[in-house]
Structure formats: C-alpha cells, structure tokens
C-alpha cells in the first residue's frame, strides 16, 4: 500500500512558475508520475521518473518548461512548472506507476490540487 500526499499548487499569472511535491508513505520504491486533468478530458501524463531517477519523460506540450525530479532519502517527487500558460489549467495528480512505459498504468494517485494560470 502506498500513500500520496500532495503540496502545492494554486494560481499563478501566466509565465509564472510553481512547484508540486508529492510525498509518499508505505511502499515507496516506485516510478512516479505526475498527470493533469481538465473536465471532459483524459488525465494526461505530464511527466514521469523512474526510482533511480536516470529516465524521464514528458510530452510536447510541456517539454522544456516541466521538469520531474526525486529525493528518494525524503520520499518526495517534484514537479516544477515554469513558463506557465493558461492551457496547463487543471487538477494536478501524482502517481505511483506501474511498470515504466505508455500508456503508464497508474497503482496509486494522490489527492490531487488544482493550478490554475491566468492570462
């Protein structure tokens, strides 16, 4: 059993940066991701790490802007989101992944928060 907890988050003006930390209890050698969602819409996978930390990914929409890292000696991943647009707008979650890999399976997700970018 896992447990994520997440911080951060909030509203930011557009270009803007915030940081997400996501902490995790019980069984903690796990790939993490962090995912976004917008209603009617799929949560997306915006990032991903594996435990060791030596593979990332990201997709295009946030390439460059988004970056994923890990303390493993605190149990907490990070997301740090600069250059912020009003289309990244939307409940952020973090996840335990299952396996590394698309369409990256998810065992356990966070509460989730919500950011919000205003133009």
């Known amino acids: 059993q896992v447990q994520l907890v997440q911080s951060g988050g909030g509203l930011v003006q557009a270009g803007g940066s915030l940081r997400l930390s996501c902490t995790a209890s019980g069984r903690t050698f796990n790939n993490n991701g962090w995912f976004r969602q917008t209603p009617g819409k799929e949560r997306e996978c915006v990032g991903a790490?594996?435990?060791?930390?030596?593979?990332?990914y990201y997709p295009d929409s946030v390439k460059g802007r988004f970056t994923i890292s890990r303390d493993n000696g605190k149990n907490t991943v990070y997301l740090q989101m600069n250059n912020l647009k009003p289309e990244d707008t939307a409940v952020y979650y973090c996840?335990?992944?299952?396996?590394?890999?698309?369409?990256?399976?998810?065992?356990?997700w966070g509460q989730g928060t919500q950011v919000t970018v205003s133009s």
């Open positions: 790490i594996t435990y060791g930390g030596s593979d990332t």
């Open positions: 996840a335990a992944l299952r396996g590394w890999g698309k369409p990256w399976p998810v065992n356990y």
